[in-house]
């Protein structure tokens, strides 16, 4: 029920979406949806989890917990960048929310405390030299946020050439993308 | 008028705003509201192409059309950033759109062409020696574009040192934002 939910969401957008649409894009009555999902608000917050989960979890991973932080840092981007691959449909839901819920709330605060977490790994790079020192550490995160981000609007599973996206994307955030020859 | 509907669109999403919320908005009664616009997707439509036409408009500047490509693109990408910031809510409209309507699939359209533009500036400073030969012209206008429309998500006008956003991140952009020191 969930992937169908999201995909709802995500093309009429959380607010314009009712039971009934849900259950008619499940191919179900409305009262045998009721009979699995306790309303509209459970499957968002269940959607948002689903991202915000798998996007916490990289944070506890061995290589964004260890060694340099630039090297922490390029870390998660590559991951951040498979999971919004691996999840798209989950992270355009997180991605969308504007806060005008206890639910959607919740989901933008957990968003922006991923966002601060890359922001203090930028600036201990800064103070570690490890990156320029004329890095402002609060703009970076936000334009690194911003580009990976990005890729909801544009990334499409199963085209060619994919695989090697993630690694791509921490080249060109790396080493600009408008990189004079 | 033009500006209470938009922030409605905004804060809302279009679809979940009714003429209701709007007339209550502007502060005036539902048929005054009658009075003043045909209905909600006039008023988007022409949210739309005040951020479109800006958009625009960039291109036919001279700095757009003279030059290096090179130096074209990254004069774009500065005057881009100035009318985000110069008209954040018509912008923020404008990317937050779907395409679930006739209009919307118009300013989809539109924006997908200014987006080509750029596709085609980047591989034209590829082609003539002035980026590097390992750029992928399409994936670079798409993450230009996503950083670029970033600023929608944490650009508020007023704050200290903005003056000085469009020209930094045209460098960042320009020599990567997680650059090594």
New interface residues.
């Given amino acids: 029920m969930l992937p169908i939910a999201v995909a709802e969401f995500n093309?009429?957008?959380?607010?314009?979406t009712s039971m009934e649409d849900l259950a008619r894009a499940a191919g179900i009555t409305k009262s045998s949806f009721y009979n699995h999902v306790s309303g509209k608000e459970g499957l968002l917050r269940a959607g948002l989890e689903r991202a915000l989960d798998r996007l916490f979890a990289i944070l506890e991973e061995r290589q964004a917990q260890e060694g340099a932080a630039?090297d922490r840092?390029?870390y998660i981007?590559e991951q951040q960048v498979r999971v919004l691959m691996d999840e798209l449909p989950y992270v355009t839901l997180l991605l969308?929310v504007?806060g005008?819920t206890d639910v959607e709330r919740w989901a933008v605060a957990r968003r922006r405390a991923f966002d601060a977490t890359i922001a203090s790994l930028?600036a201990e790079?800064v103070d570690n030299?490890?990156?320029?020192?004329d890095?402002?550490p609060w703009?970076?995160a936000?334009?690194?946020?911003?580009?990976v981000?990005?890729?909801i609007?544009?990334y499409r599973p199963g085209r060619s050439g994919t695989e090697q996206l993630p690694k791509?994307?921490?080249a060109?955030?790396?080493?600009?993308?408008?990189?004079?020859?």
């Fill in positions: 093309t009429r957008g959380y607010d314009a630039l840092l390029r981007i969308r504007r005008n930028v790079a030299g490890e990156m320029s020192s890095t402002d703009l970076s936000r334009l690194l946020s911003g580009t981000n990005s890729l609007e544009w791509r994307i921490v060109m955030v790396s080493d600009g993308f408008v990189r004079p020859a």
